[in-house]
């Protein structure tokens, strides 16, 4: 009785999630995702927020931070990148959000190099870069959904190819 019980539970919440008719992406709508990035130096972290101004074309902004040391050298990058997103709001599955875009963004860099106590130097750099963004949500429920997200920058002293996800949070 007890396992009829929570499977009736299941089958109720899976079906009120799908009935509940989930709209993906929409004019005016307005998300914020933490995002976590996937890199072999450390694990980078940020915060992506978009706005959409039709029911197709969101524009946003992607900040993320990346910090990582060891005995000889501290290092750091912030990179700030506006983006403008396709949503392809005509696939037919329920809670899929899929994009894909372009990215302009600012990457500023900076090290210290030491040996043991003593400061052997430091510099820094910065630049702009182009790329692409792909990617994708679910949307488990109506306010929040999972994310993966790939970035590539194509043009720029930063160029690389590299990946993000996070949990995607409907304000509006």
Not at 14 to 31: L, Q, V
Not at 89 to 111: E, N, P, W
Not at 155 to 166: C, E, R, V, Y
Request: proline share 2%; hydrophobic share 45%; glycine share 14%.
């Amino acid at each position: 009785m007890k396992k009829m019980l929570v499977a009736l539970v299941l089958v109720s919440l899976m079906a009120g999630i799908s009935i509940a008719g989930t709209k993906e992406f929409y004019k005016g709508s307005f998300t914020l995702t933490p995002v976590v990035g996937l890199n072999k130096y450390t694990i980078p972290f940020g915060l992506n927020a978009e706005y959409a101004f039709t029911n197709n074309i969101g524009f946003g902004g992607t900040a993320m931070v990346w910090l990582w040391s060891d005995e000889w050298i501290k290092q750091s990058i912030i990179n700030l990148t506006a983006e403008a997103l396709y949503h392809f709001t005509g696939i037919k599955a329920s809670g899929l959000d899929v994009f894909a875009g372009m990215a302009l963004g600012y990457s500023a860099y900076s090290y210290t190099l030491k040996m043991g106590d003593s400061f052997l130097g430091d510099s820094s750099g910065s630049g702009l870069d182009l790329g692409i963004v792909l990617g994708g949500r679910y949307f488990f429920s109506p306010k929040l959904a999972a994310c993966l997200r790939l970035v590539s920058s194509f043009i720029g002293d930063w160029a690389g190819f590299g990946g993000q996800l996070g949990l995607t949070i409907r304000l509006k």
